[in-house]
Each structure stands twice: as structure tokens, then as C-alpha cells.
């Protein structure tokens, strides 16, 4: 399990440089821009799903020394109640999905309200404008 867990990593991280990703929104100040790639939008019912990347200007710190640029994410966004959830998440050293893998979540996060007037609303917003 651990060996396709690994192999999923560095599958999403490769993948990055192939992504024809479009730049939804941008948050705090401008520093942190919020992308989706088009071309992975699916949908089953009000959910959307859709592999996002945020990209920071200044490195984020996980801990002393692991710090990353960028988050790669398969998200889940339901159209109707207006929620969603990471399925999964990559951060990696370089900007837009570059460089090594960081740290990685293959498990995905509880569903949570998204507030009006986000970053996250954005997204849910061009995804389902997608659908």
C-alpha cells in the first residue's frame, strides 16, 4: 500500500508540468493565486471534482525545514449545498506544481461549508459554471 501511495505522489507531481492550468482568483493581497486545470473536471450529480493548485509567492512553512510553494489538490465541490473537500493534497518545494514533493495527504478531509466571497467560492463557482 505504501509502495502505490508513493507512486501516486510522484504521479501527481510529474503530472504537474502537463497541467494547462487557469488561473481562477487570486487572495491575500495577491500573494496566493488559486488555479484549476479544465481538463479534470468530472461530475457525478451536484459534484464537481477538479485537480487545483494554489501557488504562494513566499514559501509556507510545514516545519523547520520543510517548506513548499505550492499545493496540488483533487477537490470535491458539491454544486448544491455549496461544500467541499480536498480528496488529496501534494505540497511541493517549486511554484506551480514544480519541484519535490513536500509532504502529501492521500486521505481525504471532511466536507466543510464554503463561505461566500473566497478563494474557495471562486473555485466552486468556475468549476460548476464547468459542469
Known sequence: MLRFAIGLVLAMSSACALADW???TDSMQGKVAHYVDPSTISKTG???QATTLTDYQEAQVLSGTQQFL???M???F???DQSGRHLNLTALAGNMGAG???AAEIRPADVR???PDTADADMLQFVCAKR
Open 22 to 24: 487557469v488561473k481562477v
Open 46 to 48: 451536484n459534484k464537481v
Open 70 to 72: 505550492s499545493v496540488k
Open 74 to 76: 483533487r477537490d470535491e
Open 78 to 80: 458539491n454544486c448544491g
Open 100 to 102: 519535490t514533493v513536500v
Open 113 to 115: 461549508k464554503i463561505a
